[in-house]
């Protein structure tokens, strides 16, 4: 039985301070001691390669730090097979110098150790200890596969289309070094000669949780769920998204996404093939259908589709068949105009004047008194009240008395007055549409706290029918409904394209000599809300100054605002000549936000995804409208509503052309009373005053 090698420089590397941390298991058991000295108590320590042996500490079971072990046993040197239990609690560590007799105090504890014991012995077998090669050398190679598999290993969980086959060819690299260190760092980290100092802090960060093994699979998972999400929804919603995409430059942002999703699938493959190990067969590629989908859809579908640039409203219609001089078409429209009454607050308005003898009474609900003062706002009138006080003046510097007129309103509301006197100046600078007026009011506001609260049709008694249009309730009124006749005219002008209500009924405009009864025209044009009655077609848009857009390119007409995601939809039918409504969805928790021609924009968590990300331009946080809108039919160029239960019953109920227009033109007039509701109850419509 030869020596224990017991060398110098080992016993001091083996300090008890300088291995504590990296033992892998240790209990005090007793070793048979040389020249029949018996069995002695021993601190056994299993670190590495090496069994470490120590005497017992002077305060403690356990080693003092500075101890050095009594002896080492080199693993590398020893025979699993014979290293075995010979009796009961008693079993030999067969070293090729030396055979070691250990007693343990357990049986528990000695199977334990023999257990790791022979698994580390069967292990350093396989280590090649002369292929490895000598401690510099493998220092060399540890800092080679530092440089590629960095500590620490800072992978992204996103991955944009234009990044993916860049973080593909990447991720090929770090599996490739991987691959290659994997073996060699296993190996190393079983050598305690080796694994010490910078070679050991990689090592160990290498085989750890936070290693370049666990980085890669937490970085594949998350990356390419995220792309699976994507493809899959894109595959589920592409035949969705032309039902709010009309034209070609609406689909822009759906081909860059379509391609994004071509590429995640080819990356996705790519990846899979080359990173993952599948026993040496192949992964079955995935997403083929969904990519032939998607091309199609970008190399067939999006080109069929027209551009707005090139879509004219003389292609819906025959121009050839206006009969009309000036190209001007007089569109008559009729129904039944439904008010609410609020009986204890009846409001009269009574107009005079100077200069005649004329008197006009209007009366009104309560809840119009808000449309009246819009209506003098919108007479370029400065209208500020100040609520410290029951009697107010609005003052503007007064013309001279031959350009006067006076015109008086007396509004009576619970015996409480609301005296207006307005004095128009007849003179016109060309730079405004009205004339000025000066305004001084007698308000008492305190009977008037209700005056700008509209009634939400919901809170309407079920036998009266409310226009919608629709925001909150004044609460408290006792409500009936008056009916009164509808005939309106508008105008289609085939030469500009533009559909437009004229400013009074006989179409009248004074311009500079604008009459006291024309100046009460327009007061009471105005309250219908200040909205710009004028449509324009343009490039495939009707478009309003103050009522947002609708596009039309022949069967589709959708109303959209650039400040609301709500919309008013309609399908034109050929066959049954039927523009079919289509009932808005609210997303779930969104009350507004959309862009106005390419709206829905699909939302990317990737940052540099932009072409996927949509425009947030809402500053409404209204409630949407819920109104169903009724069907239209069109025949003979006449419009009408198809009544059904429980779509809302409108107030236009006929539509007339005398000539062929394009029947959206019809549609859009039908539908402009409610484009204005909505506005109003979206708080997006025109500036209103209101009793604050």
Partial sequence: MGKTERKKELLELFEYEKIKGDVSYSSIMKKAGGNGKGFLDRYFALHRNYILYYKLGKSSLKPDDKQEPQGYINLMDCNPDDTKEIS??????????????????????????????????????????DKLGCTVVVLTKVKKFREVLTNPLILPDRVSPEMAEEWVKQMKNYNASFN????????????????????????????????????????????????????????????????????????????????????????????????????????????????QTFKEYIEKFIPKVPSCNDVSLNQFYDRSLIQSSDGIVTINTSGIKKTLINQSNIISITSTTTTTTTTTTTTCSMPNMSNLIHSLDHTNLNIDLNHSKSQQQLLHPPPSPHQQHLLHHQIVSNSKDFNISVSSNNFNDGNSEFPNLDINCDFDLTSASNLSSPILSSEVPSNVVDPIGSGQGGGGYVVTATEEAINEKW???????????????????????????????????????????????????????????????????CWSHPRTSYKIKYIWDPTKQLFVNIPFKSRVGATGGASSQSTNNLQSSTSSMSSLSSSSTSTTKRSHPTTLYPDYQFKDNLLTPIIVEGRHQPSLTLIDSPSTIPNACLLTIAMTQYIQDALIHLSLGPKVLSSK
């Fill in 491 to 557: 105008h289609f002008d085939c030469n500009t394209s533009m559909i437009f209500k004229p400013p009074s009924e006989d179409g009248r405009n004074e311009g500079s000599n604008m009459s006291t009864s024309s100046i009460t025209s327009k007061m009471s044009l105005s309250l219908n809300g200040g909205f710009d009655m004028k449509w324009v077609y343009q490039c495939g848009y009707f478009k309003s100054k103050n009522m947002g857009s609708i596009s039309w390119n022949g069967k589709h007409w």
């Fill in 180 to 291: 290659l260190a994997d073996p060699f760092i296993k190996q190393v980290e079983q050598i305690s000669e080796f694994c010490r100092g910078e070679v050991k802090e990689y090592i160990d960060w290498f085989g750890g949780p936070e290693g370049p093994r666990l980085a890669m699979i937490r970085c594949e998972e998350t990356v390419l769920s995220n792309w699976v999400e994507y493809i899959n929804k894109t595959s589920s919603e592409i035949t969705t998204y032309q039902d709010n995409r009309f034209f070609k430059e609406d689909f822009k942002d759906i081909a860059v996404h379509l391609k994004n999703m071509t590429t995640f699938i080819d990356c996705y493959n790519d990846y899979m093939i080359h990173c993952r190990k599948y026993n040496n067969n192949k992964p079955n590629t995935k997403f083929l259908e969904e990519k």
């Fill in 88 to 129: 009961a609690l008693m079993f030999q560590i067969s070293h090729k110098h030396r055979t070691y007799i250990v007693k343990a105090k357990d049986d528990s504890s000695m199977k334990q150790f023999l257990t790791l014991l022979i698994a580390r012995i069967r292990s350093l077998e396989k280590i090649d200890i």
